[in-house]
């Protein structure tokens, strides 16, 4: 069946540093892929999605890229703020609705 | 315009007892979902409802009931609650009615403890 594989946390950057989250995935078809927030206290937020092979999604400073021939989507920022701390869930969506969660990584930023 | 919102936020139940979490969007959407969050476990669905007056089976319905009340709320319930239902859980909307891609929107989310 369909999954997804987040990288472990904690993971601890200083401000500035640059960020690489991976998400790797399977799935039998094309499906859609997404990277969600949460803020402490907070529910979910999408914070991008690509919906086809090659495409980029980005927002805040955040991009990743859907790459169908490594099945990976990974989410990377150039410089992080301590403000970017939080939980970061990858999910991707095949042909309906359901959303398949990987386990969340959680990012601490310290100043 | 609130988005999803969620009621209690926090609740400590005893084995045995039931209760009934609230959601309620003011988006129009047609979607609805329930979701728990158990650490290092991702989400995972319990239930949804793609229209008003339809409901599904998610990945972990067991001891769960659901009622999509009309097109803006849709009520979990808990008949007879066990430390196993220990967890935060999220009610979700989308626009569309069972289409891939689409963005789902949160609420803030219930603890619940039950001792």
């Known amino acids: 069946g369909n999954s997804v594989t987040q990288m472990e946390g904690p993971v601890t950057l200083s401000e500035e540093a640059f960020l690489t989250i991976n998400c790797t995935y399977t799935?039998?078809?094309?499906?859609?892929l997404f990277w969600y927030v949460q803020y402490p206290g907070e529910g979910l937020q999408l914070l991008l999605k690509?919906?086809?092979a090659d495409d980029k999604g980005s927002n805040k400073g955040f991009e990743a890229t859907y790459r169908k021939e490594t099945t990976s989507f990974h989410l990377e920022k150039g410089s992080v703020q301590v403000s970017d701390s939080a939980v970061y869930f990858c999910a991707l969506s095949e042909g309906n609705y359901q959303l398949i969660w990987g386990a969340g990584t959680k990012l601490i930023i310290k100043p | 315009n609130a988005g999803v919102t969620q009621t209690p936020k926090f609740q400590v139940l005893k084995t045995g007892q039931s209760m009934t979490l609230q959601c309620a969007q003011d988006m129009n959407h047609n979607s609805m979902y329930w979701y728990r969050q158990d650490p290092g476990m991702g989400l995972r669905l319990i239930y949804y409802?793609?229209?008003?007056?339809?409901?599904d089976k998610g990945e972990v319905p067991n001891g769960y009931n659901v009622s999509r009340l009309n097109k803006r709320e849709f009520s979990l319930r808990l008949e007879s609650a066990a430390p196993s239902q220990t967890s935060v859980y999220f009610c979700?909307?989308?626009?569309?009615?069972?289409?891939?891609?689409?963005?789902?929107?949160f609420g803030p989310g219930t603890r619940l403890t039950v001792l």
């Open positions: 799935a039998t078809g094309y499906p859609s």
């Open positions: 409802s793609a229209s008003e007056g339809t409901t």
């Open positions: 979700a909307s989308s626009e569309s009615r069972l289409v891939g891609g689409d963005t789902q929107y």
């Open positions: 690509a919906t086809k």
